[in-house]
């Protein structure tokens, strides 16, 4: 199981953003498509309190959406937090 796992729908423009973040880092995640498993977006919705896609985790961390995640990565903090679940980036 990766360390890096987000909740994603197959045609969001933002899931695309974060998947290819990841991608460009070469870092392995797992994807939970709630679009395909709508018990996933409840699960979702319960563990972030929030209801749009993507909703990113680096082990129990969550880092949150698009913006969060794109900030994270222009600040270093994402680095920061993958060093932190053992990811080497």
Known sequence: MSNVVMYITRFCPFCIMVKKIFDDLNVPYEEIGVDQYPEKRQEMTKIT??????????GDRHVGGCDDTQNALHSGQLKVWLKEAGINV
Do not use: D, L, S, Y
């Open 49 to 58: 309190n929030r209801h749009t896609v993507p909703q990113v985790f680096i």
